[in-house]
C-alpha cells in the first residue's frame, strides 16, 4: 500500500530564505507528483505537475524535483516571502489504475516571517 | 468559468441526520473525487467517478454514498451522520487519460457532527 510522509510536519525561516520541502513515497511505480499549496480555511491550488518520467518541474521561484528510485520529492523554494505562508501538501498518482486517484502526505506548515 | 464549486460551506448536523453535499464543475472533466480532510491525516479519498453514471469506492467509503446523474455534478451523501464524520469535505476533478493532467479543487465545505 503506498504510503506518502512530509517531514517536516511544520517549519519556520526568515523571509528571504531559501528552503526545501520532503516528499517520501514508499512505493515507486507511480503515474505522477503533484505539490500543492492550501491557504488556512481554503482549497488546495496546484503548484506543480512531474510526470513519472521527468526529473524535475519549475514555475517562477519553485522548483520541484522527482527521484523515484529512491522514492523521493523535493519542493524547493527560493527567496521565500511572507506571501508563501501556507500548507504545503504532496500527492502521488497511484499506477495501479489511470483514475487519477492521489495519496496525499500530511502537508508541511509553512511560516515565512517578515 | 468557475472551476469547482461546493455546496454548502459549511453545515452543523445532529447525530443520525441526513445531508447531500454538492460538487459542480464547469470544465467538463470527466473524473471527479470526492475527499475527506482531518487534522493531521492529509486528505483520504472517499468515492471517484470515471464518468456520467459511474461511481467506485476510495479509502474511506462507509457511511457515505454519491451520485453522478449528470457529467458536471457529483453528490456526497450520509445517511446517518455519526461524529466521526465531522471534517473538512473537498471534491475535485480531472480531465481523463494521460499523465499530465491536474486534479482541480473546490473551497471545501466544513461539516460538523453533534
Known amino acids: 500500500k503506498q504510503e506518502v510522509t512530509q517531514i517536516p510536519a511544520a517549519l519556520s525561516v526568515p523571509e528571504g530564505e531559501n528552503l526545501v520541502l520532503n516528499c517520501s513515497f514508499t512505493d515507486s511505480a507511480i503515474y505522477n507528483l503533484q505539490w500543492f499549496r492550501q491557504d488556512p480555511g481554503k482549497g488546495l491550488t496546484s503548484l506543480l505537475l512531474?510526470?513519472?518520467?521527468?526529473r524535475e518541474q519549475t514555475s517562477g521561484r519553485l522548483n520541484a524535483s522527482l527521484d523515484k528510485s529512491s522514492g523521493r520529492s523535493t519542493l524547493y523554494i527560493a527567496a521565500s516571502q511572507p506571501g508563501d505562508s501556507a500548507t504545503y501538501l504532496c500527492?502521488?498518482?497511484?499506477?495501479?489504475?489511470?483514475?487519477?486517484?492521489?495519496?496525499f502526505g500530511q502537508g508541511t506548515t509553512l511560516q515565512v516571517k517578515p | 468559468n468557475a472551476g469547482v464549486t461546493q455546496t454548502p460551506k459549511f453545515r452543523v448536523l445532529k447525530t443520525g441526520q441526513s445531508m447531500t453535499l454538492l460538487c459542480a464543475q464547469d470544465m467538463n472533466h470527466e473524473y471527479m473525487y470526492w475527499y475527506r480532510q482531518d487534522p493531521g491525516m492529509g486528505l483520504r479519498l472517499i468515492h471517484y467517478s470515471v464518468g456520467e453514471g459511474t461511481t467506485a469506492k476510495g479509502e474511506v467509503p462507509d457511511g457515505y454514498n454519491v451520485s453522478r446523474l449528470k457529467k458536471q455534478n457529483f453528490l456526497l451523501g450520509l445517511e446517518s451522520a455519526a461524529p466521526s464524520q465531522t471534517s473538512v469535505y473537498f471534491c475535485?476533478?480531472?480531465?481523463?487519460?494521460?499523465?499530465?493532467?491536474?486534479?482541480?479543487f473546490g473551497p471545501g465545505t466544513r461539516l460538523t457532527v453533534l
Open positions: 512531474i510526470q513519472s518520467s521527468q
Open positions: 500527492a502521488v498518482g497511484a499506477s495501479s489504475s489511470n483514475t487519477g486517484k492521489l495519496i
Open positions: 475535485a476533478s480531472r480531465r481523463s487519460g494521460g499523465l499530465i493532467n491536474e486534479q482541480f
